[in-house]
């Protein structure tokens, strides 16, 4: 995955553009605009992250406005709009997981990780942020990696520092056994 610099100009793919191409015409003349969740996905799973210039871009594809673009991928949470790292931990930080210590699980990968919520490891290799639940009220605190979204529930520190060395060793090549 591509991580785009803030304001670096975007040109997408010949692929890239195959791919719109079939995207759009799934739906009737006229209604391009229905086209935009599917393609901001593409250019996220491409580039990592929504930069402006590439929204831009979208808008300009799709024949919209540019703010129409970014209303969209502001609303929805599965779209970064700031780069992230290959791995980002999602932790549920609404009342019941708070109550059973998602904040002080949230400090811990804070200073296991060295960045700060939404910024990006030296490595590239991870990010966190905090969201809203995540449906799994009863297994708190809980996170979610994506895109596959797996979940971790339960969470204690040790169970956090080998999520995190598990994930390490897998970008190193070795398999992944942490439990869930
Ligand atoms: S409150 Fe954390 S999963 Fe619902």
Known sequence: MLNVKHNEPVEFTEEMLG???EIVARYPEGRQKSALLPILHEVQAKQGWLSVPAMDKVAEYLQL??????EVASFYTMFFRQPRGKYVLEICRTGPCCLVGAERIMKHIESKLDVREGEVTPDGQFSWRGVEC???CGYGPVLQIGPEYTFY????????DK???ELRNKAE???????S
């Open 19 to 21: 791919k719109f191409a």
């Open 65 to 70: 406005e540019p703010i129409e673009v970014y």
């Open 163 to 165: 999520l995190i060395n």
């Open 173 to 179: 090549g070795r398999a992944l056994t942490a439990e």
């Open 153 to 160: 529930e339960n969470l204690t520190e040790e169970k956090i």
């Open 134 to 136: 995540l449906a799994a």
